[in-house]
């Protein structure tokens, strides 16, 4: 389904006027083409029923000539053989400039397409054989509401049940079949675990090679290089739907740009080996695409609406409710929340409504974490997430500052307030801007580095900032080391060799050479990652952290229950708040503020499980290597619980209260009473 679904009306005048500007086109004496063709009457859609789906088949012709095409009703069938193949491509203009032909029992009809369909469809069209296709912008009647919705509802089924679904980036340009050939180089060099998302040699020949080791960039040249950014720098990537169309392909997808092809699964490898190694950071956005083509690329299994919603901010789409409604078919129906699309809905209500359908069903606050301060003059909540705009923070990974809690909230619709219990942790007494700049040159990212750390060893005195560094390093890098996850990541950073380069890179006294940042480019991108469009923080307890830029002096920091990361909140004077954005507090990031700190040996991580291929929370007892589920901080149940006993029960508990008959994947000893009993003062925080 494409991002770029209209959702008014087109009337009959405005595309006769289409036709009419395309007939005044000049047209060389070969080409011309019948009457019926120059000025074809308008194709109507006939209704759908209501198990049925639109096919079309573009008849054989020679490249450049007219493009004709039957428009089929059949009932979906997704046990039977594949029929069609669908089409997934970037919509481009919503200018409707250009007619394919539709041959109907009327006769030959005109239907007004955009040029990027256009084009594909003169490249995928055969010469001899007609080729049967879904395509969402004809397939799909744009214009009926009604149908769109009932149709992208259906759209699982229907990329499900492709014979094969085909991306189509765009003609060949800037040397792209150079630049599909250079990914297939690399992917046939390497064998991915997707579980744990690790590399190994494809062949033992290969074992020593250059391609494996990630260290430093592909061993491609550098023109090979740009050639391969400027095909990541296409508009398909940063397509919305195209999430579920690649994900949906159950039998398979393949990658076409021009004459060029390879298979999706051949591109994603190459992309897993890309994302774990340095790249070249005088390419313009070649970083941040190779970054976006992950999140794509990755294993969707385990993932949570809330978490899709989270991931896919900086994708594109025309139609703002389709940031919910195009990733519904990514979970099971089960897990939707209750959402089912429906049009008639501005967007603001759709997004309202997916925020409250989380938070009610799930009883968690994660989404809030997407929340990032707009100005008091923006018509969203501030409590909702604005998915219409890119966010300017990259959402922080691995935490968990509320640990196992429910959330608790209550909606009040006269206000539009959310009512929800949280802890207090203390006030921003200080912020500055970390880096602002979206340049990535070493020197630049260098530059910045270089400017916090001279104003944290002005604000908090050398010997204090001497004494800090391990925690100022977790702070900048939001902790994101390999020892976070168990068994070790080999992508993310080793914690001690990169503060080993932090103090180097830091030291007021020494200058660093081009090499030498060169050989910490990993370190200084993790801290351009966290860093960009956030500001360092200092708290009047002296705690310190990062946060969104737009926070200030005087702004509240808050553990909600249920909310896996600390809240920046500002104060309206009137006793209700509004969102500023996600925040790493350090010490505060495993559930300190309720249960205070973990034991010195004790650390918290994400374990991997093989077999629901799955991260889970866990702790590790690093002195006796002892593994395990439970909080170590965490007392008895509370009278009247019980844990049941399930097959997974060494990755995550279910609680019954065996009077109430509840049953829950919450603690209860992390209930507002049980906390409470340990003198923990929670307050209600009216978010508006």
């Keep these: 389904m494409s991002g770029n679904h209209i959702g008014r009306k087109r009337g009959i005048g405005n595309l006769l006027r289409q036709i009419k500007s395309l007939r005044r086109r000049s047209t060389p004496s070969s080409a011309i083409q019948p009457v019926e063709d120059i000025s074809p009457s308008i194709y109507t859609y006939v209704p759908l029923d209501a198990e049925d789906i639109r096919i079309l088949t573009?008849?054989?012709?020679?490249?450049?000539?007219?493009?004709?095409?039957?428009?089929?009703?059949?009932?979906?069938d997704i046990n039977g053989p594949p029929s069609y193949e669908a089409l997934s491509y970037a919509w481009g203009s919503n200018d409707l400039s250009h007619l394919v032909y539709v041959d109907t029992d009327d006769g030959r009809k005109g239907l007004a397409v955009t040029q990027n369909l256009h084009i594909a469809l003169e490249h995928l069209r055969n010469n001899s054989l007609p080729r049967t296709l879904w395509v969402d912008a004809t397939c799909i009647n744009q214009s009926d509401d009604e149908e769109r919705s009932q149709q992208v509802a259906r759209m699982a089924d229907i990329y499900k049940s492709a014979a094969k679904v085909l991306i189509w980036l765009g003609p060949v340009a800037d040397n792209s079949a150079e630049a599909l050939e250079a990914l297939e180089t690399l992917a046939s060099k390497i064998h991915v675990d997707w579980g744990l998302s690790t590399i190994r040699a494809a062949s033992e020949e290969d074992i020593e090679s250059e391609w494996l080791?990630?260290?430093?960039?592909?061993?491609?040249?550098?023109?090979?290089?740009?050639?391969?950014?400027?095909?990541?720098?296409?508009?398909?990537?940063?397509?919305?739907?195209?999430?579920?169309?690649?994900?949906?392909?159950?039998?398979?997808?393949?990658?076409?740009?021009?004459d060029s092809t390879m298979s999706w699964q051949n591109f994603c490898k190459a992309i897993v080996s890309l994302i774990q190694r340095p790249n070249l950071a005088s390419i313009p956005n070649l970083q941040i695409n190779i970054e976006q083509s992950w999140?794509?690329?990755?294993?969707?299994?385990g993932l949570t609406l809330p978490s899709i919603l989270q991931g896919n901010r900086h994708a594109r789409c025309s139609d703002q409710r389709d940031r919910i409604y195009g990733v519904l078919n990514l979970v099971e129906e089960s897990a939707r929340l209750g959402i089912k699309p429906d049009y008639t809905k501005t967007t603001?209500?759709?997004?309202?409504?997916?925020?409250?359908?989380?938070?009610?069903?799930?009883?968690?606050?994660?989404?809030?974490?997407?929340?990032?301060?707009?100005?008091?003059?923006?018509?969203?909540?501030?409590?909702?997430?604005?998915?219409?705009?890119?966010?300017?923070?990259?959402?922080?990974?691995?935490?968990?500052a509320s640990l196992n809690s429910a959330a608790q909230a209550?909606?009040?619709?006269?206000?539009?307030?959310?009512?929800?219990?949280?802890?207090?942790?203390?006030?921003i007494r200080k912020?500055?801007?970390?880096?602002?700049?979206?340049?990535?040159?070493?020197?630049?990212?260098?530059?910045?580095?270089?400017?916090?750390?001279?104003?944290?060893?002005?604000?908090?005195?050398?010997?204090a900032y001497n004494y800090q560094m391990d925690a100022i390093w977790r702070t900048l890098c939001c902790n994101q080391f390999s020892d976070l996850r168990e068994p070790l990541s080999t992508t993310d950073l080793d914690f001690q060799e990169s503060l080993d380069q932090f103090r180097i890179l830091t030291d007021p006294a020494v200058e660093p050479d081009d090499n030498f940042l060169i050989s910490c480019q990993h370190t200084l991108s993790e801290f351009y990652t966290y860093g960009l469009n956030r500001s360092i923080i200092i708290t009047e307890k002296s705690q310190l952290g990062i946060a969104t830029q737009v926070s200030r002096t005087g702004d509240c920091v808050v553990v909600f229950l249920g909310c896996r990361s600390p809240m920046v909140l500002r104060s309206k004077g009137d006793g209700t708040y509004l969102v500023v954005g996600?925040?790493?507090?350090?010490?505060?990031?495993?559930?300190?503020?309720?249960?205070?700190?973990?034991?010195?040996?004790?650390?918290?991580?994400?374990?991997?499980?093989?077999?629901?291929?799955?991260?889970?929370?866990?702790?590790?007892?690093?002195?006796?290597?002892?593994?395990?589920?439970?909080?170590?901080?965490?007392?008895?149940?509370?009278?009247?619980?019980?844990?049941?006993?399930?097959?997974?029960?060494?990755?995550?508990?279910?609680?019954?209260?065996?009077?109430?008959?509840?049953?829950t994947q919450y603690d209860p000893r992390m209930l507002p009473c049980a906390l409470r009993a340990r003198n923990v003062e929670l307050t209600e925080f009216k978010l508006v």
């Design 348 to 400: 603001v209500q759709v997004f309202q409504d997916a925020m409250l359908s989380s938070i009610l069903r799930t009883r968690d606050l994660n989404l809030l974490t997407s929340c990032e301060f707009q100005g008091e003059r923006d018509e969203i909540p501030s409590w909702v997430p604005n998915w219409s705009i890119q966010r300017r923070c990259l959402g922080i990974k691995a935490t968990n």
């Design 58 to 76: 573009v008849v054989p012709g020679p490249f450049g000539s007219n493009i004709y095409v039957r428009l089929s009703h059949v009932k979906l």
């Design 431 to 463: 912020a500055r801007q970390i880096l602002t700049s979206a340049s990535s040159s070493l020197r630049t990212i260098h530059a910045a580095l270089q400017g916090v750390t001279s104003w944290l060893r002005n604000e908090l005195g050398t010997d």
């Design 295 to 301: 999140l794509l690329c990755r294993p969707k299994r």
């Design 213 to 258: 080791d990630h260290s430093k960039p592909a061993p491609f040249d550098y023109q090979t290089w740009v050639y391969i950014g400027r095909i990541l720098d296409r508009s398909w990537f940063s397509r919305l739907w195209i999430w579920q169309e690649v994900s949906l392909a159950y039998n398979g997808a393949i990658v076409i740009c021009g």
């Design 410 to 427: 209550t909606y009040n619709d006269r206000d539009e307030c959310l009512s929800v219990i949280g802890l207090h942790v203390g006030k």
């Design 582 to 663: 996600e925040a790493y507090i350090d010490g505060l990031m495993t559930g300190e503020a309720f249960l205070g700190p973990l034991p010195s040996n004790w650390q918290f991580v994400c374990r991997y499980d093989e077999t629901t291929k799955y991260h889970w929370i866990a702790f590790i007892d690093r002195v006796r290597n002892n593994l395990q589920r439970e909080d170590p901080r965490l007392g008895p149940l509370p009278e009247g619980w019980v844990e049941d006993e399930h097959p997974e029960q060494h990755l995550y508990a279910v609680y019954r209260n065996v009077e109430k008959a509840i049953v």
